[in-house]
T-cell receptor
Framework: AQSVTQPDIHITVSEGASLELRCNYS??????LFWYVQSPGQGLQLLLK??????LVQGIKGFEAEFKRSQSSFNLRKPSVHWSDAAEYFC????????????FGQGTTLQVKP | DTGVSQNPRHKITKRGQNVTFRCDPI?????LYWYRQTLGQGPEFLTY????????KSRLLSDRFSAERPKGSFSTLEIQRTEQGDSAMYLC???????????FGSGTRLTVV
């Protein structure tokens, strides 16, 4: 069965520091991969997505993610974190391209220290 | 494009009552999804519509849950005889095609007391 694992439930970084959020997926082929961000009490906003081609994808708000097939990973990165990046981040996989149904990870809560 | 709209934003109901939520997707999006999110968890898929046809339902969607999208536009999610375990955020999302990713609404937070 498809699954997504986000090993870090909670991460704290200082403002201006770099960030990497980990995501590992389980799927037989190359799935569609997504990162979403959720602010408290809000819906989810799409940060970036990977389907094929260049394994380094750029997203909104200065985020990027790298797909590594050999490691079944799709880690999210940002070179310099801003206080407004504090939120919950979800990695998701779509292994059934016919329906677009997403399987989400448990999420990583990012706290930013001033 | 006014985004995906969900109403109400919050709903408090007594156990055993029926509740109905509404989702208005982005007008040109033919795909509509319902997810449920409990505290500290990622969203879990409930059901999916393409136009007015409900094409997939999760086993999470018990007989007490029903969803409709009568004219391929807005959708409703009804929960009958609510239970405390139904307390969650119910998220609606829409898309035009898989590759585009979803646009999520802000959700309806249900509290069953």
């Amino acid at each position: 069965a498809q699954s997504v694992t986000q090993p870090d439930i909670h991460i704290t970084v200082s403002e201006g520091a770099s960030l990497e959020l980990r995501c590992n997926y389980s799927y037989g082929a190359t799935p569609y991969l997504f990162w979403y961000v959720q602010s408290p009490g809000q819906g989810l906003q799409l940060l970036l997505k990977y389907f094929s081609g260049d394994t380094l994808v750029q997203g909104i708000k200065g985020f990027e993610a790298e797909f590594k097939r050999s490691q079944s990973s799709f880690n999210l990165r940002k070179p310099s974190v801003h206080w407004s990046d504090a939120a919950e981040y979800f990695c998701a996989v779509d292994g059934s391209s016919n329906t677009g149904k997403l399987i989400f990870g448990q999420g990583t809560t990012l706290q930013v220290k001033p | 494009d006014t985004g995906v709209s969900q109403n109400p934003r919050h709903k408090i109901t007594k156990r055993g009552q029926n509740v109905t939520f509404r989702c208005d997707p982005i007008s040109e999006h033919n795909r509509l999804y319902w997810y449920r999110q409990t505290l500290g968890q990622g969203p879990e898929f409930l059901t999916y519509f393409q136009n007015e046809a409900q094409l997939e339902k999760s086993r999470l969607l018990s007989d007490r849950f029903s969803a409709e999208r009568p004219k391929g536009s807005f959708s409703t999610l009804e929960i009958q005889r609510t239970e405390q375990g139904d307390s969650a955020m119910y998220l609606c999302a829409s898309s035009f095609r898989t590759a585009a990713g979803y646009t999520f609404g802000s959700g309806t937070r249900l509290t069953v007391v």
